[in-house]
C-alpha cells in the first residue's frame, strides 16, 4: 500500500515543504518484485527480490525479501524506479534473516543507474553502520559507525540528504554526518544487501524537499 502525504520542515524563518511515501508492499503480489520496483545486482550473481508474507511485519501481512545467493562483492538492488530525489530522505524497517558471510541490508539514494549509487547500510555480523558510494560498480567506504544491530529483529534504517550533507539515523539515533558530492543530480531511492545476507523490508518510506 502506498500512503502519500505532505509534511512541513520549519529551519529558521523558512518553511520547507516535502511530498513523502511510504511503500509497505501490501498490495503486492507475493513471489513478485513490487510493481514500479527494478531489480537487480552490482557484480555477478542470482539475485532473488520478492514479496512474502511475514508474521512478524511491522505493517502485516507482507515485507520484500532478498534472498539469493551471490559473491562476496556482489550487491543486489531494488529501487522505485518511478523515484527521483535530490535534496530528501529515504528510510525503511529491515531485518537480518539469515548469511554466515554477511548480514547486511541498507538504503540507496541518488541511484543513477546498477553501478552509481550511495549506500547507508546496518551490518548484524559486525554491529555497524556504513556509508558507502558505488561508482562505475566499485563500493568505496566513506563513513563508519558502531551500532548494534541485533539480528531477527526490526531496525529502522534513515538516510537525509541535502547537497553534499548526509546525516545517518539507526534505531532513532544518529550515527553519523558525512559530506560527498559524487553524485549532484537527483535519482531513485531503494533498497540494498550484500553476498549471502537474507533481508526483509517493510515501511519504505522517502520524500523530497
Partial sequence: MKLPYVFLTVVGACVFSARAEVVNFDEAKPGTV????????????????????????????????QAGQVPSHSFPWCVKKDSSVKDGYVQV??????????????????????????IARANALEDNVTVYRTVKGVRRECGRA???????????LRADFHGMHVAVTFD?????????????????????????????FDDFDFGAE
Fill in 93 to 118: 524497517r529491515f531485518k537480518s534473516v539469515a548469511g554466515k558471510e554477511d548480514q547486511a541490508g541498507g538504503v540507496i539514494w541518488h541511484w543513477q543507474d546498477g553501478d552509481d549509487y550511495y
Fill in 172 to 200: 532513532g539515533a544518529k550515527v553519523m554526518d558525512w559530506n560527498d558530492d559524487t553524485f549532484q543530480n537527483a535519482g531513485a531511492v531503494g533498497l540494498w544487501t550484500k553476498s549471502d545476507s537474507v533481508i526483509v
Fill in 146 to 156: 558502531p551500532a548494534k544491530v541485533a539480528p531477527s529483529e526490526w531496525h529502522t
Fill in 34 to 65: 513490487p510493481p514500479h520496483w527494478l531489480a537487480g545486482i552490482t557484480g555477478p550473481g542470482d539475485y532473488k527480490w520478492s514479496v512474502v508474507t511475514d508474521d512478524s511485519a511491522p505493517s502485516k501481512p507482507n515485507v520484500l525479501k
